[in-house]
Each structure stands twice: as structure tokens, then as C-alpha cells.
């Protein structure tokens, strides 16, 4: 018989003496406990600023070559991940297989929890074959603990594979830090409740998610200084945004930006580049294909 894991070395692990009798504490001095480790989180996600911005260059890159960004994770990890991927269509109208977030037990983990299977390095490697991944795709692991064997076996492949590997974990020297290209390691101290990942690690994990996904759209030319204008229009409030927009691209009245959405095919950069140059939709077209889609160069 095996002698029982000890993972007690691990930050995530850790009992955290910030937040000792925690029970005994009246509510506001609890809350104030939860409140003052979170404040360590930015901190934590500060540190490695470069690490991430090197991802976003990376990704971003593979993205232009015709790839794909994967997110693989278990439990929070795996949810954060699924989470950030699903965010992606509306918010920059990309296609959902751009961004595939990839948890273990599938997508009854999502509302359930399903434990054994994160212990599984073989099905991190099955479930992201299963999505088609080759060596021109990005994987992205994300363990708190930066030992998940199912995101291990999934980084095991995409390096097989010979494709850009990358991770987020919240604990200091991990077996999955020391597998990827990239690894951010975004280490916020231990956790209120000892153990709970979906405290400090799982704030840490989103926002280090949130800057990759949007970073990487920024350099797509999915943002035009700090609005999202590939968003599709598709009902009353998002009509309403693209039309202030394209009044804020172009410098043009309300009027004018409804034309110009319309008149575009409800294509709001197009829109955006025809109302600021005063030309027709195919000259638009045309101007934003010669400039990768951005619309910065293309109204320059």
C-alpha cells in the first residue's frame, strides 16, 4: 500500500496565521480578515506582470499563425477557464473554438464536483486531443497548486506536440511551473480557509485569465483604445453600444453612427473606419484588411 500524499509544503496548502480562530471572530472582523488577504492578490498578480505580457506577445502570435488558445484546469481552476473562454465570443465576436476551456469531468464538472478524475494525467492528454490541439494551438494549465495531474498530462502532450505551452498557478517552484515556456506564478500567500483555492488563488487565477484573453484581443485589433469594437450588435443594448462607438471613433452624431452601422452590415469597425473617412464599405473593408483589422492604423 502507498504511503498517503503530504502536500503540506505547498502555499496552497498552508495554514494561514492571518486568519487563526477565525470562527470565534464577530462578522465585520471576519470580513476584514477576507478583505485584507485579497488586497495580497493584486500584489501577487503585480509581481508578474512581465510573465503574463510575455504570454500575451506569444498567444497572440500563435493566433496570427491560425491557432487556437486552450485553457486546461480541474475543479476552480477548470471552471475559471471555461469561464474565461465562454466570455470571448460576445465580448470581441470571435469564433468559440478561438478560446476552448478544457476542465476535467467535462461539462458536468462545471456544477458538480467530480474529484477522482483531476488525479488522471492520461485524460488531460485524451480530453485535449479530443478538441483536435496540434503544435500550431496554445495551452494554458492552471493549477493553484501547480500539481494537477490531469493538467500535467495535458501539458505533457501539447510539449509532445511541440506547441506553446504556458501556466497560472498560485504556489512557489511547481512540477507544472517548470513544464511550460511561460509559467506565471502568481503566489498570494495561503488561504483564509486553509485550502480553499477558490479564495485567494482563484481571484489571482481570474484576473491573470482576464488579462490574457483581453491582452491577446487587444493585440488582435479586437479593441480601438479602450472599446470593444468588434462587439456584435445583436440586440437593443448592443445596438446602442456599437452606435456610441463608432460616435466616439469617428467623432460623429448619433445619426451618422446609425447609418454607418447599418450601411456596414452592422460591422463596427468597418462602421467606425467609414464614418471617419467618409468612405463606402468595401473601400473600409479594404483599408482594415491592410491593416490587420485595426483600426487605429487604418483611419491613421
Excluded: W
Excluded at 502570435?61 to 481552476?77: I, K, N, Q
Excluded at 500539481?147 to 512557489?172: D, F, I, K, N, Q
Excluded at 468595401?282 to 484588411?289: I, T
Aim: hydrophobic letters at 45%; a negative charge.
Amino acid at each position: 500500500m502507498s504511503s498517503p500524499i503530504d502536500l503540506s509544503a505547498i502555499t496552497t496548502e498552508q495554514i494561514n496565521p492571518a486568519s487563526a480562530d477565525l470562527d470565534a471572530l464577530p462578522t465585520a472582523e471576519m470580513l476584514a480578515v477576507f478583505n485584507r488577504e485579497d488586497r495580497r492578490v493584486a500584489e501577487a498578480v503585480e509581481r508578474v506582470l512581465p510573465r503574463i505580457a510575455e504570454a500575451v506577445d506569444a498567444i497572440a502570435e500563435v493566433m496570427r499563425g491560425g491557432g487556437r488558445l486552450f485553457y486546461s484546469g480541474a475543479g476552480t481552476s477548470g471552471r475559471l477557464g471555461v469561464l474565461d473562454a465562454s466570455e470571448c465570443p460576445p465580448t470581441f465576436n470571435v469564433p468559440p473554438e478561438l478560446v476552448v476551456g478544457v476542465i476535467a469531468g467535462g461539462d458536468y464538472a462545471l456544477r458538480n464536483a467530480v474529484e477522482g478524475v483531476e488525479d488522471d494525467p492520461r485524460a488531460g492528454a485524451v480530453d485535449l486531443r479530443a478538441h483536435g490541439f496540434s503544435s500550431r494551438d496554445a495551452l494554458v494549465g492552471i493549477a493553484a497548486s501547480g500539481r494537477t495531474p490531469y493538467v500535467l498530462g495535458a501539458v505533457e502532450e501539447a510539449t509532445r506536440l511541440g506547441a506553446l505551452t504556458a501556466c497560472v498557478v498560485c504556489a512557489e517552484k511547481s512540477e507544472l511551473a517548470a513544464r511550460v515556456r511561460i509559467p506565471i506564478e502568481a503566489v498570494a500567500g495561503p488561504e483564509v480557509i486553509t485550502g480553499s483555492t477558490r479564495l485567494k488563488s482563484g481571484t489571482a487565477t481570474k484576473l491573470v485569465l482576464n488579462m490574457i484573453s483581453s491582452g491577446v484581443m487587444v493585440k488582435l485589433g479586437y479593441v480601438y483604445s479602450n472599446l470593444m469594437v468588434n462587439v456584435q450588435p445583436r440586440n437593443e443594448k448592443l445596438v446602442d453600444r456599437a452606435q456610441r462607438i463608432i460616435m466616439a471613433v469617428a467623432g460623429v452624431d448619433r445619426e451618422r453612427a446609425a447609418e454607418a452601422l447599418e450601411a456596414s452590415g452592422r460591422d463596427v469597425r468597418t462602421a467606425a473606419v467609414m464614418a471617419k473617412l467618409g468612405v463606402g464599405r468595401d473601400a473600409a473593408v479594404q483599408r482594415l484588411a491592410e491593416c490587420g483589422g485595426r483600426i487605429r492604423e487604418a483611419i491613421s
